[in-house]
């Protein structure tokens, strides 16, 4: 009897130990190809989503540079704008000076030709004086000295005439000279107000260009918008697929007497900092930055859920660790390990048991281990919870 109640007792050990097996059975291969197939969706979708941001930077760089160019251009036009301005009042200043002169000029002719007929009309009397003029009057000359003196006062006369002929003839000649000079630094204002004027229309045709790459790179901008707001869509729908898929393996194994007892510890016995905070820039996790090869540690009892490289997590290991006495299910995530995990799926861990060890495969910049709680399949801040 002692032997059938031993037989009988090894049995329902076996039966016990076979139904546990059960209850912490491995997702089947159809499940593990699902998994990857869900997997390379989203790399697929997050590689096009990556190309069409670079896309739409493009065209916001292109319509960022056409806005640059046309501020420089306007600039350059107001500069030219305020030249043009200076050279017609410069302009302006010179005309009124030329008419000045042509006025002196005139006037300084009219001087001269009054002064000429004077001359003239003295000449005239001169030679009406006494009926035979200036020989009439040298013949009535009583003396040597009388004729001399007569003759002497003509010559004086004559030659004031023309010296003040000629001095009003060298200063109309000045004037016009001046006038000349002033008419030619008329000419020579003229010709740049006409170059800037060309360059200005110049600018203006460059600046009407650039409008035109702007409007179109607004309207490209507004439809890569789009195509980019589609594309988050997809890859949040894939995104939020592979996480309630992972979400269905951690409650595959809610039917397993595994309790969370809340006790956790830190991934790491040390780190040098945390390099990003949960929430940070939309991040789900927390990284705390270690040397490559830190041995990485079970955060509490479980049984591991996933053991696999993923494109983004590179080397990562998750651990289900059941129910808690709130009524809550928790499950942690390590990602980024420098090698295959140290365990496998549906391998049941102690908290402190070795897992993997820190380093920089996936989506990573630096060592580091990137830590991830989920509280009923959902993300939550793991310093929440875990002692750092």
């Known amino acids: 009897m002692k032997k059938q109640h031993g037989f009988l007792r090894a049995v329902s050990m076996g039966l016990s130990v076979c139904l546990l097996c059960g209850a912490l059975a491995v997702p089947s291969f159809a499940d593990n190809t699902k998994q990857q197939q869900l997997e390379q969706q989203k790399k697929e979708l997050q590689t096009q989503l990556e190309q069409e941001k670079a896309e739409l930077k493009n065209i916001q760089s292109t319509k960022t540079e056409a806005q640059k160019n046309k501020k420089n251009l306007e600039n350059q036009s107001n500069l030219i704008k305020n030249q043009i301005t200076v050279l017609i009042d410069q302009i302006t200043d010179t005309s009124d000076q030329v008419a000045h002169k042509q006025q002196q000029?005139?006037?300084?002719?009219?001087?001269?030709?009054?002064?000429?007929?004077?001359?003239?009309?003295?000449?005239?009397?001169?030679?009406?004086?006494?009926?035979?003029g200036a020989v009439a009057m040298l013949s009535s000359c009583s003396s040597l000295y009388?004729?001399?003196?007569?003759?002497?006062?003509?010559?004086?006369?004559?030659?004031k005439d023309n010296e003040v002929l000629e001095e009003l003839q060298t200063a109309r000649q000045a004037l016009a000279d001046e006038k000349a000079q002033l008419e030619a630094v008329q000419a020579q204002l003229e010709d740049q107000k006409g170059q800037l004027e060309g360059k200005q229309a110049e600018l203006a045709t460059n600046i009407r260009q650039q409008d035109a790459t702007i409007e179109q790179a607004a309207a490209d901008e507004q439809a890569q918008?789009?195509?980019?707001?589609?594309?988050?869509?997809?890859?949040?729908?894939?995104?939020a697929e592979l996480d309630a898929y992972i979400r269905s393996l951690n409650q595959q194994y809610a039917g397993a007497d595994i309790h969370c007892s809340l006790d956790f510890r830190c991934p790491l016995s040390s780190y040098k900092y945390i390099t990003t905070q949960y929430g940070q820039g939309g991040h789900k996790g927390v990284d705390l930055a270690a040397p490559q090869g830190t041995p990485i540690y079970?955060?509490?009892?479980?049984?591991?859920?996933v053991a696999a490289y993923h494109y983004s997590y590179g080397n990562y290991v998750s651990i289900y660790h059941g129910s808690a006495d709130d009524g809550n299910t928790?499950?942690?995530?390590?990602?980024?390990?420098?090698?295959?995990?140290?365990?496998?799926t549906n391998q049941q861990v102690k908290?402190?048991?070795?897992?993997?060890?820190?380093?920089?495969?996936g989506y990573s910049f630096g060592n580091h281990l990137h830590l991830e709680l989920r509280v009923n399949g959902n993300r939550t801040n793991p310093l929440s919870y875990i002692p750092h």
């Open 105 to 132: 000029v005139e006037e300084k002719q009219g001087e001269i030709d009054q002064r000429w007929g004077d001359f003239k009309q003295r000449m005239v009397a001169m030679q009406q004086l006494h009926d035979g």
């Open 146 to 159: 009388e004729m001399l003196t007569f003759n002497d006062t003509l010559e004086q006369i004559t030659e």
């Open 225 to 239: 918008q789009a195509v980019v707001e589609e594309m988050n869509k997809k890859f949040n729908a894939a995104s």
């Open 298 to 305: 079970a955060a509490a009892d479980g049984v591991v859920t």
């Open 330 to 344: 928790y499950a942690t995530l390590y990602a980024h390990m420098s090698q295959a995990p140290s365990v496998s």
């Open 351 to 361: 908290k402190g048991d070795l897992i993997g060890y820190v380093g920089n495969t």
